[in-house]
Structures are given as C-alpha cells and as structure tokens.
C-alpha cells in the first residue's frame, strides 16, 4: 500500500510540476483578420490556419515551455475597425505582436497604432507601401507587389509582349500595383497603352473592357481580389475578347478559377506563390516539405485545400513563433527577432530579413503559373 501511495505521490507531483511548467507564463499572440465581409476569402483561411498552428504548439508543450494564447478578431475589411480592434488588442489583451491585418488598406490603417505602441505588426497583405521605407514595428508575409509586377513583366518580355492595358481596382492593393507596374513598365521599356480603374464592389467591368478591345494591346494586365478580378474573367469571356490576360497573386487561390468559372478561366496566367503548385515541384525543392505538410494538415482539419492566403499567415506565425524562441516574449525581444530572420523556409519563399527590409522575399518566391483545365498547372 505504501508503495502505491508513494508511486500516486510521485505520479501527482509529476502532474503537478508539468502544470506549473506549462503555466509558467503565456504568450498572447493577436490576430486582425477579415473573417467576413468582401475580403473573407483572405481571412477566413488567415484565422484558421492561425488556430491550427497554435493548437499544434500546444499539444507539443507550446513554446520554450509557455502556451500561447491567440485572441483573434474580425475585422469585416474595415479599416476604421481595424484599427479599433489592433488599439483593444494593445491595450485591453496585453499581445505581445499581431499578425495581420489581411488587406493593404487596413495595414496601412494599423501601421501607426503599432509603430506608437511598439508593438510588432506582421501584415498579411502584399502593399509595398506597408514595408517601404522600413517601419521599427512592422513586418509583413506577402511578397512586395513590384516583386510579383516583376514576375509578369520579365515573362512578357520573353513572350515579345509590349503593349500593356492596366485595369486596377481602386483600393490600397491595386493602386499600389498600378504604381508599381507604371514603374516598371517604364524601366523595363513596355508601353502603357490604357489605364483604367475599377471600384471595389462594382459588378461590370465591360465598358472599361470595350475600350481596351479597340486599342488592340498584346496583353491585359489585371490588378485586385475577388470578386472583382473574377468579373473581369467573366467580362472577357463574354465580349469574345482574346487578348492574353494576366492576374496579380491577389487571386492566387482556387476561389478565384471558382468564381469566374474554369471555362471564362481557362489560359489566364499569374504570379503565385509555390503552394499553389507545390505538387509539380521538384521534391527537393526547399519548401516542397512545408509546403505539403501545411496542405495535408489544413485539409484534414478544415475538408478543403490550402490556400496562398492562409500561408500569409503561416508565415507571420513562423516569423514570430522563431523570434519568440531564440529572442524572448516581449515586444522588443520578438521584434528584433524578426528583423534578424535569415534563411528562414516558409509558405511564401525564403525570408531574409533585415532592418531596410522588413518583408525579405525576392523573385523566387513567385510562379508563374496559368489556369489548366479547372487548376492551376506551373508555366515553364
């Protein structure tokens, strides 16, 4: 009996020590997302591929021993929100960084809320404008919008394209990639040869796409996130319009070849992370592993594939879950952390941080890839 009870005191204690261990402190990590409304379809996967990562890093004892706690709100896409929720995030929860927002207007919204409280933000949108020039405290995953311009650019010119119709939705993301591929363009020697803006929420874009018909360019280059670039889609198919069309990878997700349907679809091409099409990489590809990794387990969690925009996530979790345990838990620690990543294999490419470049992805973190028959299928 004695040695029962003895074995039962040891059994508690070990309980109870593994207890305290986990209880020894927790990190809060905030989370700004657009869970619903127009851009959910960036948030929802955003919020659920962070809930994931951190249900996983607890069941494995969390972090240097301390769990982590997500305290995540939805910011409908709003930036007047978006700010009062990242100020009750700082203030109210105590976080120690914040992943997101999910949009480039709300980034941008949120930016000086971060930079006066000192608090590491780590967007999950792809404005350049959000990183550059550098801010102390923000950090973001997707690859600057001049780095996907690029890509496109560099692939018309081998495809002897040089006439270029811009159609660009009127928000933070497509007036930054208007001003970046303007830029480019004019660096790299292509000709602009129509420039026309859509609005957010409008349902037709067959007046501006008339126009561009009768100027006759080599190519369409297409500037937003759904639904918007989808109309478009829709709107070339329906005017018998064969001009190549091009897609920013603001529409690099499934949802999109849904939305405007695999037929309006079929042959538009787009810059994308390699998620998209991991399945075709090279097996030594360096990201390949994360990659499939990341798509099993959100499909046994959620029934639906991986989305590009989850990953923006993802890598905000790498980047701060890294800093956390080599740098320490405080706003300082977990920002210098960050800015000190090298080499770091994510979802989005290979992050090379530094204090002038707060988003440290260069051309290799892009595809070029093309809409094949209902999917994505990689451009060689």
Known sequence: MKKIFAVCGVFCFSLMFATVSFAAGTIKIGGLFSVTGPASFLGEPEKKTLEMLVKEVNSKGGINGMKVEAVIYDTTGDATKAVQLATKLIKDDKVSVIIGPSTTGESMAVIPVAEKEKIPLISCAAGIKIT?????????????????????????????????????????????????????????????????????????????????????????????????????????????????????????????????????????????????IYDVLPKNDLQYKLLKDYDQAYRKAHGVEASTFGGYAYDAWLLASSAIRKSGTTPEKIRNGIEQTKKLTSISGIFNMSSKDHNGLDLSAFEMVKVSKGDWSLIK
């Open 132 to 276: 550059d020039p550098a801010k102390r405290w923000v950090f973001k995953t997707p690859a600057n919008d001049h780095v996907a311009a690029e890509k496109i650019l560099n692939y018309m010119a081998k495809q002897k394209q040089k006439s270029i119709a811009l159609l660009t939705v009127t928000d933070g993301f497509g007036s930054s990639g208007r001003e970046q591929i303007k830029t480019l363009a004019k660096q790299k020697g292509f000709a602009i040869v129509a420039d026309e803006v859509y609005g957010p929420k409008d349902t037709d874009m067959t007046a501006q796409l008339t126009k561009i018909r009768g100027i006759k360019p080599d190519v369409i280059i297409c500037w937003g996130t759904n639904p918007g670039p989808a109309v478009i889609t829709k709107n070339v198919k329906q005017l018998g319009i064969k001009i190549p069309l091009y897609m920013s990878h603001g529409v690099a997700s499934k949802k999109f070849i849904e939305l405007a349907g695999s037929d309006a679809a079929e042959g538009v091409m787009l810059p994308a992370g390699k998620l998209a």
